[in-house]
């Protein structure tokens, strides 16, 4: 067996079935798929079932224990040489594992992983989300691509490893967040090679709202900082980036709002909040050549704000210890 593909599922019946149907169309077929249900109320069997005769398929239910635990779980039970761990949100293109297997075969490597894009399909709010994670203008940059500033460390949603490399390190840490980067920093550690695969991409559907978006690069905030006191060699200039961005957002308004009552309301007040508005016209700018949509365009500024925002505060937060409620 070539490839194990793993896949944490907690509560979306719906999205694993588009995984599964997606996988079923792949031009390169030597691979099982290994579903674990960690603990979920709204279970996924009765979809796994439909698909036993045209996948290679387990279904496993276990307790609850976090997406690195159920990735492990799954990582026991596989026979591949290789383990892919997908999210239960993706869905992968049909030349997928093929573009995989040619990158391994032309240049092998330890583990590798690839980037997300947005399906024609996905919602204008999903389309914004896609490119607050992916652009150049967030922290695109930061979380690895060609012209990347720090070096790639494959992520959860779209990764692969050796599966004799995934033994030797020891898996995922049962931790809830940046449990990736935690395993791709021992990768590291043991001195081995992890590459990006760019044309071995996903359609990542992530959040569909932006609370739960913002929830979710808020604990990516809160990682960073775990991240930092467990492996301080691996902190960056860079990952300070969005918490600079959102402080100096605050302290722009601030200025323009003294400003404003020192003045007696002068216009000239709001010139503080230029910074702020050239960046909305990069990001609009930006979102609308790639998207072709007004709509996405303008929901791409609201994106980006929350995905800097929500890390900034998250590692605000854990930095000086702030309890959230």
């Known amino acids: 067996m070539r490839y194990s593909i793993i896949v944490p599922v907690y509560n979306r019946p719906k999205e694993i079935e588009e995984l599964l149907e997606s996988l079923c169309h792949q031009s390169f077929t030597d691979f099982e798929v290994i ?12 979809v796994c079932e439909r698909y036993q005769a045209r996948l290679d398929l387990h279904y496993h239910f276990k307790t609850n224990s976090g997406p690195g635990p159920s990735r492990n779980y799954g990582a026991d039970h596989a026979n591949g040489d290789y383990l892919i761990i997908l999210d239960s949100d993706v869905i992968v293109p049909r030349d997928y594992l093929l573009t995989i297997d040619n990158e391994l075969h032309a240049n092998p490597t330890d583990a590798f992983g690839g980037p997300d894009r947005a399906h024609p399909s996905f ?46 390190v020891g898996g995922f840490a049962p931790i809830r967040y940046g449990e990736d980067i935690d ?17 071995a991409y996903v ?12 929830r979710q690069v808020r604990h990516s905030g809160n990682a960073r900082v775990m991240l930092k006191r467990k492996y301080p060699e691996t902190f960056k200039l860079v990952h300070l980036l969005p918490t600079a961005f ?8 601030l200025a323009c709002l ?9 216009p000239w007040a709001l010139l503080w909040l230029s910074p702020i508005l050239i960046y909305c016209l990069m990001v609009f700018t930006d979102s609308l050549l790639q998207n072709k ?3 996405v365009a303008l929901l791409s500024i609201h994106a980006s704000f929350t995905q800097l925002f929500g890390y900034g505060i998250g590692f605000i937060e854990s930095a000086l210890g702030i309890k959230k409620g």
Do not use: W
């Open 258 to 266: 003294l400003h404003l009552a020192l003045s007696g309301g002068s």
């Open 246 to 253: 959102t402080l100096g957002c605050l302290l722009l308004v």
């Open 123 to 168: 919602t204008p709010v999903q389309k914004a989300i896609n490119y607050a994670m992916t652009s150049f203008f967030t922290t695109g940059g930061i979380r690895g691509g060609k012209k990347k500033m720090d070096k790639f460390y494959p992520r959860s949603f779209n990764m692969g490893i050796r599966k004799s490399v995934f033994q030797q």
């Open 203 to 214: 359609y990542h559907k992530r959040r569909v709202k932006f609370s739960a978006f913002f």
């Open 35 to 46: 579903v674990v249900e960690d603990g979920s109320s709204e279970k996924s069997d009765t």
């Open 293 to 295: 949509s007004l709509k």
């Open 183 to 199: 395993l791709s920093t021992r990768l590291f550690q043991a001195g081995c090679e992890c590459r990006l695969f760019p044309e």
